[in-house]
Each structure stands twice: as structure tokens, then as C-alpha cells.
């Protein structure tokens, strides 16, 4: 198995998902590896208006975040296979995963069986 390369491919997908995070995120200092929607103040006292405007952007920040969130973890728990040595196996029945599957979803953690 190209192990060398999924974890690039890992890499590489980690670095993006933190960008993408961090753009409407920050870290959550009290959670590790947690991220928290960032507040959207302009600094002036908005209208009734404004202030809708600003929850929905705030609530729809928080959901992209949770999904980016979600996905983080799980290229954060492939990448933590290749290093104890379990990557590529199913976690379902311990069959190799095939490098097909792998080079679609690099942090798949099933066979196709398993999906």
C-alpha cells in the first residue's frame, strides 16, 4: 500500500480544511482541536434588520464549520491509523480497504462491504 502517498493526500486536505475553517473559525482554546464560529461585530449598534442578519450568517457559519469540523476529524483520525499502523484495514472486518476506495476518500476507515 502507498502509504507515504494517502498521508500526503491527507496532509494536503488537512491544511485546506483548517484554511476554510479559519476563515469563518477560530480554535476553541478550551476544547482541543475544537473550532468555534467567529462573532460578526462591526462595532456600531445594528438595526432589528442587521441583527437577523448577522444571527443567520452566525448560524450558517456554525453548520459549515460542524460539517468542516466533522471532516477534520476523521482525515485527524486516518492520519492517527498511519502512524499506529492500522491504515487501510476496515475497521469493520479487517480486510484491506482498496487503494480505489482510498484514492476517492484517503480517510475512509471501511471496505466498500462496510459503507
Known amino acids: 500500500m502507498k502509504t507515504v502517498h494517502f ?15 479559519g476563515a469563518i473559525g477560530r480554535r476553541n482554546m478550551t476544547v482541543p482541536n475544537d473550532w468555534e464560529p467567529v462573532p460578526s461585530e462591526t462595532g456600531v449598534e445594528p438595526d432589528i434588520v442587521d441583527q437577523a442578519d448577522v444571527i443567520v450568517s452566525r448560524e450558517n457559519n456554525a453548520a459549515i464549520l460542524a460539517d468542516l469540523e466533522a471532516r477534520y476529524d ?3 483520525e486516518a492520519l492517527s491509523r498511519i502512524e499506529k499502523g492500522t491504515y487501510g484495514k476496515c475497521e469493520m472486518c479487517g480486510k484491506e480497504i482498496s487503494e480505489n476506495r482510498l484514492e476517492a476518500d484517503p480517510a475512509a476507515s471501511t471496505c466498500v462491504a462496510h459503507l
Do not use: A, G, N, R
Open 74 to 76: 476523521t482525515v485527524l
Open 7 to 21: 498521508k500526503q493526500k491527507l496532509l494536503v486536505e488537512k491544511e485546506k480544511l483548517e484554511s476554510e475553517m
